[in-house]
């Protein structure tokens, strides 16, 4: 199976079977498996090193060959609130 990569305003991560590597935005690799933890309550990055060291270096390959840009907007803390418009529109 081949591994699936994203990224989105400067949130990273890939998956490779049960193992889901995640980074947040200025935040820390992340690694879970999501088969035995499918919310991801339980960060296994400390005691499975050699799979995320090879995630990562996945994704970082991954992100030249694609052209992936370093995130340059404003971080986004709360997902369910709609961004002011800059058009001057206030939101309701």
């Known amino acids: 199976m081949k591994p699936i990569f994203w990224e989105h305003e400067g949130n990273r991560a890939v998956r490779s079977g049960p193992w889901k590597a995640v980074m947040k935005l200025k935040g820390e690799w992340e690694l879970y498996n999501i088969e035995e ?3 991801e309550q339980h960060n296994l990055i400390g005691i499975n ?3 995320a060291v090879l995630l990562i ?5 991954w ?3 694609s052209f992936v840009d370093p995130w340059t907007g404003p971080a986004r803390n709360n997902w369910a609130e709609e961004p002011i418009r ?3 529109g206030k939101k309701k």
Do not use: E, H
Not at 57 to 61: G, S
């Open 37 to 39: 933890d499918r919310t």
């Open 49 to 51: 090193k050699a799979v």
């Open 57 to 61: 270096q996945q994704w970082n390959d």
């Open 63 to 65: 992100a030249a060959t």
């Open 86 to 88: 800059l058009s001057g």
